[in-house]
């Protein structure tokens, strides 16, 4: 999963208006869940044709491979990919557009799993019938509850996504350390990793700090991973708390003493997936995605078949990743609806998600996938996501989630870069009191 920042004054002031139309909604009583007039629950998804589907640049290349393997099944109901901006707060902006003026161009539209609530609670999605999608019980229970609303089911999961430790093996193995579990194993680590000649000059550890979606992941799993909550599970904020504090902390003082290098501030993922590739990282966070790319063997990667996979560590135990993945959702003023919701089951079968796996190392949410020999031999780290994924929170699912990301991310970039402009209780503090404000029950 893989968020981009947007840097354009549209994109910010579509973001404006967005807020403001999330605002009036939910003022006006539209976040009540009940979908809309077609495709409420048990009602018939209606009408087949050719449809569009919305969604971010594919990276990956393997999409156009899954659209065209529906096409040749269905010459009459052909698929059209209408491939939005990388970055996820445009591809967001440009789909909202879309619903404010009741536009039928997107049909199926491929959705960053918090925004689900969001998308749902404004009818900017229809209400799937149940009934229709027998398969939700045999996909891991952690995905399909970020496909429902109060209750009920607006989307369905395609792809999963928990964080994961990178590391170096070889250069593990070679100083006889075993891969940390906690952060202060992995300070340590790094510690006795750097007196190895060759790895003299290597950082020890990157993320995704940059001040957008991915530093909302990245501030919730150092919270998550001390025993703090950003939003609790009554639906509150409870951020000013001494796990927060001491989640927030670990990852400022990484950043004042060195363990966190001064050039992390501006990875997103991407960035810091080339600088682990390039050998410049020893222990780096990221999604699994990246470990396809990391294992070429085409002269991209110079740590093709030197590196490990591992579970997230916390500050004194386990860590906690954050959700991620997408969810495949039909917008309320979609026609050829039928098609829409038939090529959503295609697209998140078993047969389909493993494929997508086989060419992607995306996470599939099909619970026997992270089971099946094959593709364990094939990515090793299977194990440990599906664990990450099982234990894994969900950023916060408010109606008014651009806001509340924009806030959490201002708070914890302020604090993380050098100098910060606040010290991180008063980050916490008043983070608490911004969110307070902007999730209301």
């Known amino acids: 999963m893989r968020f981009e920042r947007s840097h354009t004054r549209k994109a910010v002031a579509l973001a404006v208006v967005s807020s403001l139309v999330l605002f009036t909604a939910a003022c006006g009583g539209g976040d009540d869940g009940s979908g809309g007039n077609n495709g409420a629950a048990g009602g018939a998804l209606e009408g087949r044709g050719p449809i569009k589907f919305a969604t971010g640049k594919d990276t990956s290349g393997n999409l156009k491979n899954q659209v065209d393997a529906w096409n040749t099944q269905h010459p009459d109901e052909k698929v059209e990919v209408a491939e939005l901006p990388e970055s996820a707060d445009q591809q967001r902006n440009q789909m909202i557009s879309n619903a404010q003026i009741k536009s039928t161009e997107f049909s199926v539209l491929n959705l960053d799993v918090v925004w689900t609530a969001e998308f749902a609670a404004n009818r900017w999605i229809t209400e799937l019938p149940q009934d229709q999608f027998p398969d939700l019980g045999k996909l891991l229970p952690t995905t399909v509850d970020t496909a429902k609303y109060r209750d009920k089911l607006y989307a369905v999961p395609v792809t999963s996504d928990g964080g994961l430790l990178y590391y170096r093996k070889d250069l593990l193995d070679k100083a006889g350390v075993e891969v940390p579990k906690t952060w202060p194993d992995m300070v340590a680590a790094c510690a006795k990793v750097k007196a190895l000649p060759e790895a003299k000059a290597i950082n020890c550890y990157a993320g995704q700090f940059e001040k957008y979606e991915g530093l909302t992941v990245n501030f919730s799993e150092a919270v998550n991973g001390a025993g703090g909550v950003v939003v609790g599970d009554d639906g509150k904020p409870n951020v000013d708390t001494p796990e927060a504090l001491a ?16 050039a992390a501030i501006t990875y997103q993922e991407e960035p810091g997936r080339r600088a682990f590739q390039e050998g410049n990282l020893l222990f780096h966070r990221n999604w699994p995605y990246v470990y396809a790319l990391a294992n070429k063997t085409d002269g991209s990667s110079k740590i093709a078949g030197k590196f490990g996979v591992a579970a997230l560590p916390g500050l004194s135990g386990p860590g906690v990743s954050t959700l991620g993945g997408h969810n495949y959702a039909i917008s309320e003023f979609a026609t050829n609806k039928a098609t829409a919701a038939d090529f959503i089951k295609f697209m998140s079968s078993e047969e389909r998600q493993k494929a997508n796996v086989e060419k992607t190392s995306q996470a599939p949410t099909w619970a026997s996938l992270y089971d099946d020999p094959a593709l364990n031999k094939q990515f090793p780290y299977l194990a440990p996501l599906k664990a990450s994924i099982a234990s894994a929170k969900s950023r916060p699912k408010v109606v008014k989630y651009g ?8 708070a914890a970039y302020g604090a993380l870069k050098q100098p910060a402009d606040k010290d991180p209780k008063q980050t916490l503090t008043d983070l608490q009191t911004k969110l307070s404000s902007l999730i209301t029950q």
Do not use: H, N, S, Y
Not at 247 to 262: M, R
Not at 403 to 410: F, G, L, M
């Open 403 to 410: 806001d509340v990301t924009t806030a959490i991310q201002e």
């Open 247 to 262: 989640g927030l902390t670990a990852l400022v003082e990484g950043f004042k003493t060195g363990f966190i290098p001064k």
